[in-house]
């Protein structure tokens, strides 16, 4: 008698990298049970998950979601960086009662934002977290909060990448600053300075290391962190570079307004959270994959000029001619090549 697929359950499975998560799990034969408050609607557009209706701020709902689960994804975030001082916080407190209870492993996506300075340019896992940023500062607990529950007993991975590109990342640096999605392209925005080095991370490529990571839980400890090494922009124009190749004709270059941004964040609160990650855009920020390149033997990764077209195409970039909506549900749905 076959033995049942594992189940994971998975917070934020309408975001990208918790939708990207779920979908590459479901590939290597996990069972996928996705808690969403409006779960009948999110059913209609992703119909191959267990949608259960419920709230990540509501205890109740999270402990039953994740009955029976090995894997609890914790992807969800406040939309638009609104109430994270709120919110962020009691969901995470809830995934670790619901884990402690499960026996389920946690896998929480990363940010850069639990660094400042004093860590760059190159960070690796035990780099000092001291962040500059009131956001970063929450995610530093999240962490401190992670690692404290792995002393009793809960299993915890935490995988950071860069900024997040792909089908799935609407809500990114990538399609709300260097590109504006829903039309053909007509500029490209140039965030930093020429010569200032920026890491990437294309989202298919994050969900199959994560994946990769999980399956290798025997190998795991109780805490365990992992560095993407992603797509590293040397001087802050490859991007755009692969960007020029992927249309025609070639784009204006123009520089990021981030003036106005200055201007108008004492009146608009999300521009004066975007504001505030200013700072990883002035100076060089990498992760070093070193650690994980020696647990995996290689990390994953989608050719530059693949992942960007396949991201362009999912934004509504391209032209109608140059568009890859034939074979879009195959790279969305994670049949990349050996991913970044």
């Not at 406040?78 to 995934?95: E, F, S």
């Not at 609407?170 to 020429?194: C, D, E, H, M, Y």
């Not at 692969?242 to 964040?265: G, N, T, Y």
């Not at 396949?310 to 749905?333: F, H, N, V, W, Y």
Request: hydrophobic letters at 45%; proline letters at 7%; a positive charge.
């Amino acid at each position: 008698m076959m033995s049942e697929k594992p189940l994971a359950l998975v917070l934020g499975a309408t975001g990208g990298i918790g939708g990207a998560v779920a979908r590459r799990l479901m590939l290597k034969g996990w069972r996928v049970r996705a808690l969403n408050r409006r779960a009948s609607e999110a059913a209609l557009r992703e119909p191959a998950f267990d949608w259960v209706k419920g709230d990540a701020m509501n205890a109740d709902d999270v402990l039953l979601a994740a009955e029976g689960a090995s894997l609890i994804v914790h992807a969800v975030n406040p939309p638009g960086y609104r109430d994270w001082d709120k919110l962020v916080l009691p969901m995470l407190d809830n995934t670790i009662a619901a884990a402690r209870k499960s026996g389920a492993r946690i896998l929480l996506p990363g940010t850069v934002y639990n660094y400042g300075p004093d860590a760059f340019p190159l960070i690796a896992e035990d780099s000092p977290q001291l962040p500059l940023t009131r956001k970063g500062a929450i995610r530093v607990e999240m962490e401190r909060r992670l690692k404290a529950a792995s002393e009793e007993g809960v299993s915890v991975l935490i995988v950071r990448a860069g900024d997040f590109f792909g089908p799935g990342a609407v809500n990114s640096w990538f399609s709300q600053g260097l590109v504006a999605g829903g039309r053909p392209l007509r500029t490209i925005k140039r965030l930093s300075k020429p010569g200032i080095g920026h890491q990437w991370a294309y989202l298919p490529d994050v969900a199959e290391t994560m994946v990769r990571l999980v399956e290798e839980g025997d190998r795991l400890s109780c805490f365990e962190t992992f560095h993407m090494g992603g797509v590293w922009d040397h001087d802050g124009l490859q991007m755009i570079d692969a960007i020029q190749r992927a249309v025609e004709p070639p784009l204006r270059v123009s520089r990021f307004p981030w003036w106005a941004l200055m201007l108008a964040s004492p009146f608009v609160p999300l521009l004066r959270e975007i504001r505030e990650m200013r700072y990883l855009w002035q100076r060089p920020v990498r992760l070093s994959n070193v650690k994980l390149r020696a647990f995996l033997g290689q990390e994953p990764s989608t050719p530059l000029d693949t992942a960007i077209r396949s991201t362009l195409d999912a934004l509504g970039c391209l032209p109608a001619e140059q568009s890859l909506a034939p074979i879009k549900q195959r790279l969305q749905a994670g049949d990349v090549a050996e991913l970044s």
